[in-house]
């Protein structure tokens, strides 16, 4: 059966990468598994047959036969058990793998994510001159510490896995702001996932549908 994915009709990142689809397309790229993309607007987002599937009204989703998922962690984690190529046949470094994608998720991205949300939501707030230190610090405290561990190395832990599609899914949506730069093997272990075939068909679906509503870019 083949499943069935939900991105945005009308992306707010103008076709750039930065939805959380393009994690889901860039694991299903790997595993070699056709899908479907149902296309939502803002409104069907928040009506009761999304919200059946995804309770906060978000995207992406996922739908193969009776299984119903949401958030893009959950789906990748699904994708890399259940079919080979993201996750190890050894025992420990499967178990690694899935540590790294959960790191991703719960540490690397809220720092991120908040730093990139407060530059560009909150630069006219009365706050942000006080609090953007603080984002800024923690943030690098993040990268510092994954750039220590990643070292030379091309991949985190041995040969890539889906702890390296999540680490990179995360580090991608960052680099627009320029912080990647300051962490040179960072930026290059995010290049080597970008000229992934995988990701680069991903990247390209989810391009096309943003043209395809602005022809004109």
Request: aromatic residues 10%; hydrophobic residues 45%.
């Amino acid at each position: 059966m083949i499943p069935t994915i939900t991105a945005f009709e009308d992306s707010p990142d103008r076709g750039r990468g930065l939805a959380r689809d393009l994690r889901v397309r860039w694991a299903l790229g790997e595993v070699g598994q056709p899908y479907n993309v149902r296309l939502l607007s803002f409104k069907a987002m928040k009506e009761p047959a999304h919200l059946a599937l995804q309770p906060f009204g978000q995207i992406p989703t996922y739908e193969e036969g009776d299984l119903a998922l949401f958030e893009s962690g959950s789906i990748v984690f699904h994708l890399a058990q259940s079919r080979a190529g993201l996750l190890p046949d050894e025992p420990n470094a499967r178990a690694r793998a899935i540590t790294w994608m959960f790191a991703a998720l719960s540490t690397v991205e809220p720092p991120l994510v908040e730093r990139s949300m407060a530059l560009i939501f909150e630069r006219d707030k009365p706050w942000y001159e006080q609090r953007q230190p603080m984002l800024e610090d923690r943030a690098r405290k993040t990268l510092g510490a994954l750039s220590n561990r990643l070292g030379d190395a091309e991949w985190i832990d041995g040969a890539f896995s889906a702890g390296d599609l999540m680490l990179i899914g995360v580090l991608f949506r960052s680099k627009p702001t320029g912080i990647l730069d300051e962490y040179p093997n960072i930026a290059a272990y995010v290049a080597r996932g970008e000229v992934r075939p995988a990701f680069q068909r991903a990247f390209a679906d989810q391009l096309a549908v943003f043209t395809s509503k602005h022809p004109a870019g």
